[in-house]
C-alpha cells in the first residue's frame, strides 16, 4: 500500500483527516469523540469477589458454632514438662490424663545431679528415662 503512490496518498489524507477530529480548529467547536473519550468499564469481578468473602464468612461463622473439641487421647507415657502422673507404690512417675485423677504435674526434668526446689519431690519414670520434679 505504502509503495503505490496513488495509494499513499489516500493513507495520508486518512491520517489528516483522523488527526483533524481529535484536535479542535479555531473556527469549530470540538466535540470529543465517544469512543476515546468514555472511561474504560472495570472488568475485576468486584460482585464475585464480595460474594465469595460472604460465603467464606459464613463457613467460618458455622464451624465456629458446630466445632466440639474432640476427647484427649491416652498418654503416651513420655514424661515432659506438663505431664500430669500418678505416683506407683515403689514411687515411680507414670504419665495419665490430665482431666482424670492424678497425684501432680511434672515441673522440671533433672540433670544427673540436680536437685528439686523444696516446694516440688523428685521422682523417676516409670520407664527409667529419667528423673523429674513434681508439683502436687
Request: aromatic share 10%; hydrophobic share 20%; with cysteine.
Given at each position: 500500500m505504502l509503495g503505490d503512490p496513488v495509494l499513499r496518498r489516500e493513507y495520508d489524507r486518512s491520517l489528516a483527516a483522523a488527526a483533524s477530529q481529535t484536535r479542535p480548529s479555531d473556527d469549530r467547536e470540538w466535540v470529543p469523540d465517544p469512543v476515546f473519550e468514555q472511561p474504560p468499564e472495570s472488568t475485576f469481578p468486584w460482585r464475585f469477589l464480595i460474594a465469595l468473602a460472604i460465603v467464606g464468612i459464613g463457613f467460618v461463622v458455622i464451624g465456629v458454632f458446630t466445632y466440639q473439641p474432640s476427647k484427649p487421647g491416652p498418654p503416651d507415657n513420655v514424661l515432659t514438662v506438663g505431664s500430669c502422673v500418678v505416683l506407683e507404690e515403689n514411687g515411680d512417675a507414670t504419665e495419665v490424663n490430665c482431666d482424670g485423677d492424678h497425684d501432680g504435674v511434672v515441673d522440671s526434668l533433672l540433670v544427673e545431679g540436680q536437685v528439686c526446689p523444696p516446694d516440688l519431690e523428685k521422682h523417676?519414670?516409670?520407664?527409667?528415662?529419667?528423673?523429674?520434679?513434681i508439683r502436687f
Open positions: 523417676r519414670d516409670s520407664q527409667g528415662l529419667g528423673e523429674f520434679c
